[in-house]
């Protein structure tokens, strides 16, 4: 594996600024390429499966993290309140009070249920210095959330259909969880008591660590049992993956929460014509956008799939010549939606720049023969060659492959 933080600021995809503060990286073209493309893509992911989107303030009242039971369990997480007139207002540390006040904003039916919200959106953790490290341990992180609000008939299918999301979305991006983990109360806890952890009662934790347990059993992946770290209100599915190090993180998370639902007296009509309360699964398919990049780079190095590589194309003319031709064909890929650049012919000799830009999926040639026939050759990130064919041809081949979420990445 390859160490993202070396790589990731060789390749400029990131870096930080003391200025800016420790565990506050900042993206730089390349690397806000692959999140844009990671944004465009779980966005799309999400909407097929029947996700609604929504957007909701970083900010919230310390009253709204008081009823969550996040400012009594999660606090020492959370950034000190702000003064604002007579509020107290606070950075979020989780997006689900935002969505569950979304839901509760509007009166539902049973019909309507499960109602999906998904985000892609801004939390804050206050993590001690010492444990910062690269995208992988950061402040500012940028959550891929998701809550959905159903019956709790409906629990076991939204939870399977998650992790289903989640397989397809690992499978897409090339990437090997380490470990599958069902996250637990510690073995000792006192659900529900004043001084204990985890918030609740002890039926709606069993009830929730039996569904998140039958959908594991059948997905058919194989799971340990994680005593201690569940949730302060349920227990979760956490899909573990390791870094260069060694050192394993969460990535994507499925939760069960009868709690939230009942703090914010969430409800909907049920066909009986009566209230009732609904269950909230949270789930993460790629997690924060900080850690897929970095286990991104190290899993693949700097030979990105070529769907999320920074730049897809680059167009090399022989000599000066060719530039004009080459800016045109770097433009109409560009119009093809391809991220292409242009490696200009006094950048250095042809083998120089075929060098520098061995990291691109793609390269194009240009010399007096295309210029004149109208023909472009593919010469692919491994070194092999296309024959020419019309430059139409080829801009709409290398479209179709840059649209293609496969985890294929090739050799530098």
């Known amino acids: 594996m390859f160490d993202h933080r070396k790589l990731g600021r060789e390749l400029g995809l990131f870096d930080s600024d003391p200025l800016i503060g420790a565990g506050l990286p900042y993206l730089l073209p390349a690397g806000a390429a692959i999140r844009h493309?990671?944004?465009?893509?779980?966005?799309?992911?999400?909407?097929?499966?029947g996700y609604q989107h929504v957007y909701s303030p970083v900010?919230?009242?310390?009253?709204?993290?008081?009823?969550s039971g996040h400012w009594s369990h999660y606090s020492d997480d959370m950034y000190p309140p702000m003064k604002v007139g007579e509020e107290e207002v606070v950075l979020r540390p989780s997006l689900c009070p935002h969505h569950a006040l979304i839901y509760r904003s509007r009166a539902h039916s049973y019909r309507e249920l499960p109602i999906r919200y998904a985000e892609l959106g801004g939390m804050y953790r206050s993590e001690l210095s010492g444990v910062l490290g690269g995208l992988?341990?950061?402040?500012?992180?940028?959550?891929?959330?998701?809550?959905?609000?159903?019956?709790?008939d409906q629990v076991a299918d939204e939870a399977r259909a998650s992790l289903d999301l989640i397989l397809r979305a690992y499978d897409d991006l090339g990437l090997n969880p380490s470990r599958f983990l069902l996250s637990l109360p510690a073995e000792d806890a006192r659900i529900g008591d004043p001084e204990s952890?985890?918030?609740?009662?002890?039926?709606?934790?069993?009830?929730?660590?039996?569904?998140?347990?039958?959908?594991?059993?059948?997905?058919g992946v194989g799971y340990e049992d994680a005593p201690g770290e569940a949730a302060f209100y349920g227990p979760k599915i956490d899909i573990q993956l390791e870094d260069a190090?060694?050192?394993?993180?969460?990535?994507?998370?499925?939760?069960?929460?009868?709690?939230?639902?009942?703090?914010?007296?969430?409800?909907?009509?049920?066909?009986?014509?009566?209230?009732?309360?609904?269950?909230?699964?949270?789930?993460?398919?790629?997690?924060?956008?900080?850690?897929?990049?970095?286990?991104?780079?190290?899993?693949?190095?700097?030979?990105?799939?070529?769907?999320?590589?920074?730049?897809?194309?680059?167009?090399?003319?022989?000599?000066?010549?060719?530039?004009?031709?080459?800016?045109?064909?770097?433009?109409?890929?560009?119009?093809?939606?391809?991220?292409?650049?242009?490696?200009h012919a006094d950048e250095g000799t042809l083998g120089a720049r075929i060098r520098e830009n061995r990291h691109a999926p793609y390269q194009l040639v240009v010399g007096k023969r295309e210029v004149a026939s109208g023909h472009l050759a593919v010469r692919h990130?491994?070194?092999h060659q296309d024959d020419p064919a019309e430059a139409a041809d080829v801009l709409e081949f290398l479209s179709f492959h840059c649209r293609a979420k496969s985890c294929q990445s090739l050799p530098v």
């Not at 493309?37 to 499966?49: F, N, P, T």
């Not at 992988?136 to 709790?152: E, K, P």
Request: net charge negative.
């Open 37 to 49: 493309a990671l944004e465009s893509y779980v966005a799309e992911l999400e909407r097929r499966a």
């Open 59 to 67: 900010l919230g009242k310390r009253e709204l993290y008081e009823i």
């Open 136 to 152: 992988t341990r950061v402040r500012a992180i940028q959550l891929n959330d998701g809550h959905i609000f159903c019956t709790l």
């Open 197 to 219: 952890k985890y918030v609740g009662d002890q039926d709606s934790w069993d009830r929730s660590a039996a569904l998140l347990r039958s959908v594991l059993d059948d997905a």
């Open 245 to 343: 190090a060694g050192r394993e993180y969460t990535l994507s998370t499925i939760q069960v929460d009868f709690h939230q639902p009942a703090r914010f007296e969430l409800e909907y009509v049920g066909a009986d014509g009566n209230k009732h309360r609904p269950v909230m699964v949270h789930r993460a398919i790629i997690g924060s956008l900080e850690r897929v990049i970095a286990q991104l780079v190290e899993q693949h190095g700097a030979a990105l799939p070529a769907w999320l590589a920074p730049v897809q194309v680059v167009v090399l003319p022989l000599s000066d010549a060719e530039e004009k031709y080459a800016a045109e064909i770097a433009r109409r890929a560009m119009d093809r939606g391809l991220r292409a650049e242009v490696a």
């Open 381 to 383: 990130r491994d070194g």
